[in-house]
């Protein structure tokens, strides 16, 4: 059975730091695609960051600079820094595991919620 545990959200101030956790298990990590995602209020889900199982990373335009993917196979756990928080960042932000070599292999998690306010 195939998890994905997010973790490491919360309220942070203009200008704040947060680090969120994805910790896999269920699959083999290593070969994974993993990305992050968030839905803010009234938004559609969109991709911020995603990283393949080489550990080749992409960005959101509206993140560059100030997050970061990275990746622990040893620990199966994905990972996004975030520095220089925004109040457009404010939003769920969702873990993905994915495997264009296995059909159907999509999965998310339940989301992790981070404010960004005074």
């Known amino acids: 059975q195939v998890t994905l545990v997010e973790s490491g959200g919360g309220l942070a101030q203009p200008g704040g730091s947060l680090r969120l956790s994805c910790r896999a298990s269920?699959?083999?990590?290593?070969?994974?695609?993993m990305s992050w995602a968030r839905q803010g209020p009234g938004n559609q889900r969109e991709m911020v960051a995603f990283?393949?199982?080489?550990?080749?990373?992409k960005y959101a335009d509206s993140v560059k600079g100030r997050f970061t993917i990275s990746r622990d196979n040893a620990k199966n756990t994905v990972y996004l820094q975030m520095n220089n928080l925004k109040p457009e960042d404010t939003a769920v932000y969702y873990c993905?595991?994915?495997?264009?070599?296995?059909?159907?292999?999509?999965?998310w998690g339940q989301g992790t919620q981070v404010t960004v306010s005074e």
């Open positions: 990283i393949t199982r080489g550990a080749r990373t």
């Open positions: 269920g699959f083999t990590f290593s070969s994974a695609d």
């Open positions: 993905n595991a994915a495997n264009e070599l296995i059909q159907g292999f999509d999965y």
